[in-house]
């Protein structure tokens, strides 16, 4: 999820030990949501190839510039099992962007804006799992498939009862109608 670029760079703020075990709750409903929505089995979603990771546990090349909210980067590897290249893919999130969006929108709250975010990401994740969409796109197919994405997270979330969750699902679909016009 990005914004504007050549934003100027934010200083790097982390996330502080609440918004960590926060952080912790919100990660567990999207997992839960998203995993309803797609119909998977508790197995199937716990065994999905992925990790999330905040600032301070990213390496300095996968540290965004403003404006990113989170990203997901696809990692290779072999199992050690059979041998077979399988894929890992990591949620990277931006703690500074997202603590800084949060600064400029002082009604959007911190819990429900990351419920977006990560559910968001997961949404992607889920569809590069399944094949339903390929990981590297050019420009044009990446926008339609960032509008695909925002939609289905739009629809997980939409039923969801959490304060200030709808503030957060108006302010996405502005952006969208904006990133449709383009």
Known sequence: MSAEPGSPAIPLRFFNRGQLGRLGRILHLARELTGDFFRLSAEAAAGLPYEVRTLRQLEPAEIRPAGVLA???????????????????????????????????????????????????????????????????????????????????????????????????????????EFRVR
């Open 71 to 177: 990203d997901v980067v696809r990692y290779e590897y072999r199992d050690s099992q059979y041998q077979r290249k399988r894929d890992l893919y990591r949620v990277n999130l931006q703690d500074h962007n997202i603590l800084a969006a949060l600064a400029q929108q002082r009604r959007i709250g911190f819990s429900p804006f990351l419920l977006y975010i990560i559910t968001h990401e997961l949404v992607h994740v889920i569809r590069f799992c399944r094949h339903q969409a390929a990981f590297y796109l050019d420009p044009k197919p990446r926008e339609e498939e960032e509008l695909r994405v925002h939609a289905l997270t739009r629809r997980i979330l939409d039923t969801v009862p959490m304060n200030g969750l709808a503030l957060v699902l108006d302010g996405y679909r502005g952006m969208m109608e």
